[in-house]
């Protein structure tokens, strides 16, 4: 039983290491790097405790050297998905009821041992399957993992101790019960912190959970896997399956007990997903929590007074960073003529010094796409663009699979707002710039806001801080994070809580508090100390 009323360690964020040259980091990384390239890894699916080997395997292979083997995973059956959900309900019983300073505890130790021990080994996992460059590994994959750890804990003590007022000769109080039933976790490949808190953020809140983690970062999931075991997460409180999607997300689904979704993914998928969850409501002991972070079509809008080199860099950065595959990169601009040649000279020479190669070389700033499909839906893109008259190629444009799935940063101009990359998601190192007139500028913002489905993230650069004004009045709706002289990428948790609104999700805020009392139901409990004998009120005489 408690003998205290807690308080956890104050959370910070994760210092990002440099990886300069020479930095035991660098070379810890990379020597981690060498060894895991060099073994092969075989990925059981992770139901209760234990490693089910089905046989029916699939290979890894890392999207840069798409013909090297680094393991392979084990798909499950439909009888592997019911069993999850038996185990996890079964091991419910205790988790649910377990004190939450001992949850908070398991959670802690995990970031610690992803801010040291394991932090190398997540980084090169992250490197190999998912073709980061080692900054980019690192922001992700330690950096902001371990925020999410550790501000989970602090936002759920402050869930925990908010408590209603209490009248005289009466106690009120607040409890925030675990679902009831289980919480499926759809994870992606592109952050592999992303992959690690969808799972886990229900899991601190007393739930359990199935997780199914994208086939391209099964890799490094596996390693999550292995630091939750480490940190003492008990058997059965999530349990990892692999396999067909349609297959695992109808047996879930149709589960009676199926009590939420932590999705981060496609916003079609999404959609099908939340119709299948329409269709089986009746069925539900509950109403089931329906959580999902999705597309986006992300802008970047200057101002004539922005500065160009300012602009330049929040386009090369923010459209290219592991190879435009983040849910907030930087996808379509929009530039006013008397500063585009200048802004056009500066991104041309970055695009131009952009190196591209395994995520091994340092040297490199951008590697492969993820995978071959994604790598055939953007060469063609860029074909349709080399033959249509309304584009124009001014940076890359070439691609090349036969070793990896390397697309060149690509920069498209078109005179037509409405032109498809600039309505389209990509989810890849293809930019697509619109050049309007200065006087337009009321005009574009209306343009911007009216183009896409999505609304997730966004930036405009300005130094007339009216413009800035009226820009973030417009275009109120156009991004759940909205940026004033930045790239519309790089949001830290606990700082600048993540997700958008529209074709690009429920707006639940993964990294703050928001996202935390998705995965709890309130309870009030009020207690009287003298209680009434009598019905009759004074007022009765």
């Known amino acids: 039983m408690p003998k205290g009323i807690y ?8 210092t990002v290491k440099s990886y300069a040259p020479g930095s035991p980091e660098r070379e810890e990384v990379l020597a981690t790097f060498n060894k895991m390239y060099n073994e092969t890894v075989d990925v059981p699916l992770y139901i209760g405790g234990e490693e089910i080997r089905t046989g029916k395997t699939k290979s890894i292979n890392p999207p840069f050297d798409h013909k090297h083997t680094v393991g392979q995973y084990h798909e499950a059956n439909k009888e592997h998905i019911e069993k999850a959900i038996s185990t996890a309900l079964e091991a419910k019983k205790k988790w649910a009821n377990l004190a939450w300073e001992h949850r908070a505890s398991i959670f802690l130790k995990a970031a610690e041992l992803l801010a040291g021990p394991y932090r190398a080994k997540i980084n090169a996992a992250t490197m190999i399957a998912q073709a980061k460059t080692v900054h980019q590994a690192e922001i992700d994959a330690a ?16 869930i925990y101790a908010e408590q209603p007022t209490s009248s005289e000769g009466v106690w009120n109080r607040l409890e925030h019960r675990p679902l009831e039933g289980f919480v499926y976790a759809i994870t992606p490949f592109n952050f592999t912190a992303i992959a690690g808190n969808l799972p886990a953020a ?38 990892v399956v692999y396999g067909d999607s349609a297959m695992i997300s109808e047996t879930l689904l149709g589960s009676r007990d199926f009590a939420g979704i932590h999705f981060t993914g496609s916003t079609r998928v999404f959609n099908d997903i939340w119709g299948k969850i329409g269709q089986n409501i009746s069925n539900y002991k509950t109403y089931p929590r329906i959580v999902g972070e999705t597309g986006g079509k992300d802008f970047v809008v200057a101002h004539s007074s922005a500065i160009p080199a300012q602009v330049a860099t929040a386009l090369s950065r923010g459209a290219f960073e592991y190879q435009g595959q983040k849910c907030s990169a930087a996808s379509r601009a929009y530039v006013p003529q008397s500063i585009w040649p200048e802004v056009k000279k500066l991104l041309v020479a970055d695009l131009a010094s952009m190196k591209m190669g395994s995520p091994e070389d340092t040297n490199n700033f951008v590697s492969s796409v993820i995978s071959e499909g994604s790598f055939d839906k953007l060469a063609g893109f860029i074909d349709q663009a080399k033959k249509d008259a309304d584009a124009e190629i001014i940076a890359g444009g070439n691609y090349d699979k036969s070793v990896g799935y390397f697309i060149e940063p690509t920069v498209i101009v078109t005179t037509n707002p409405k032109y498809s990359t600039m309505e389209t998601e990509l989810f890849g190192p293809v930019l697509t710039i619109y050049v309007y007139e200065d006087a337009k500028w009321e005009e574009t913002l209306v343009l911007v806001d009216s183009t896409s489905e999505y609304a997730l993230t966004g930036a405009v650069l300005s130094q007339d801080r009216y413009a800035i004004e009226y820009a973030m009045k417009v275009l109120e709706n156009a991004a759940g994070n909205f940026y004033i002289n930045d790239k519309p990428t790089g ?17 639940d805020k993964a990294g ?8 709890v139901s309130p309870r009030t409990i009020k ?8 019905y009759r009120y004074p007022f009765l005489g």
Not at 7 to 14: G, H, I, L, M, S
Not at 220 to 230: C, G, M, P, R, Y
């Open 202 to 239: 229900p899991a601190l809140m007393g739930n359990v959970v199935v997780w199914k983690p994208s086939a391209t970062q099964i890799y490094s999931a596996n390693v999550i896997v292995e630091v939750f075991k480490q940190a003492g997460l008990p058997d059965g409180v999530i349990n």
């Open 512 to 519: 703050s508090v928001l996202n935390l009392l998705r995965w």
């Open 491 to 507: 949001a830290v948790v606990g700082q600048q809580p993540f997700g958008g609104a529209r074709g690009s999700g429920t707006n």
């Open 527 to 534: 207690e009287t100390f003298v209680t009434p004998e009598n």
């Open 7 to 14: 308080n956890v360690p104050k959370a910070f964020n994760e």
């Open 143 to 158: 950096c902001e993992f371990i925020d999410f750890l550790r501000y989970n804990v602090q936002f759920m003590t402050q």
